[in-house]
């Protein structure tokens, strides 16, 4: 899947919302939007957004937090028809615990969302049935070794047999499948990763039964691939 580039000029035209059965993935650079989007986290981001911002240790984080959820409010505020700072959001029950920690929503709208970042990225994705999407920088080598042991068995087979070079990129590829699938859930990681097997060949994931799970492309034609994996889940039927 390609995802959208979000810039500075997607602001000039209100983007169209998600059809059905089809999402609408928009990836970005923080530096493409720091300087136009972090002036507006002040007043579009209400007090809990800005209070998680501001604890962030790393400047680069916090900027990076601050750009991606003005431009999630901008982007639901445009398919809504509301203005941005009146978008309310809210936690699912987890359907591991029932607690107040599952897939974010906005109530009474047929809209889901889904929005993660990394180090100078982030991927944002909306649906009208329940999405989840995922983003990673390429881990090392010992990052690798380190969390095969969180993965389907099966998939830490395959990369027992991956060659040693290729092995953070198919780790990577394994677990952002993983995370959009558990965050399109809602449960994140108080479902064991260890249950579903998503795969870790580059030809795509492994086919789970009521949902779609894409690689999504990091990077463009002309410009040298990005070292990050991503990947969207969506639910084929609403709840």
């Keep these: 899947m390609r995802p ?10 209100p983007p169209e919302p998600p059809r059905p059965g089809r999402p609408r993935v928009w990836l970005a650079r923080v530096e493409d939007l720091r300087d136009v989007v972090a002036p507006l986290a002040g007043t579009l981001l209400d007090g809990g957004e800005r209070a998680r911002a501001a604890a962030l240790r790393r400047a680069s984080d916090r900027d990076g937090y601050r750009v991606a959820h003005v431009c999630l409010r901008l982007l639901l505020g445009a398919y809504l028809q509301v203005e941005p700072p009146d978008v309310t959001f809210v936690r699912l029950p987890c359907p591991v615990c029932g607690g107040p920690h599952g897939r974010p929503d906005v109530p009474g709208v047929p809209l889901c969302f889904s929005l993660s970042r990394t180090d100078g990225l982030f991927l944002l994705a909306f649906a009208d049935t329940a999405v989840g999407a995922d983003i990673e920088r390429l881990p090392d080598p010992d990052t690798v070794a380190a969390l ?7 998939e830490a087979d395959e990369l027992a047999v991956c060659p040693a070079d290729l092995r953070p990129a198919a ?10 699938y558990l965050k399109g859930l809602g449960t994140g990681l108080a479902r064991d990763p260890r249950l579903d097997h998503l795969g870790t060949c580059a030809r795509g994931p492994r086919r789970i039964p009521g949902w779609t799970v894409d690689d999504v492309t990091v990077g463009e034609a002309e410009e040298a691939e990005e070292d990050a994996a991503a990947a969207v889940a969506v639910a084929e039927q609403r709840p």
């Design 4 to 13: 959208e580039r979000l810039t500075s000029a997607a602001w000039t035209r």
């Design 148 to 154: 095969t042991e969180t993965l389907h068995p099966r």
């Design 171 to 180: 780790f990577a590829r394994a677990w952002t499948r993983k995370e959009a």
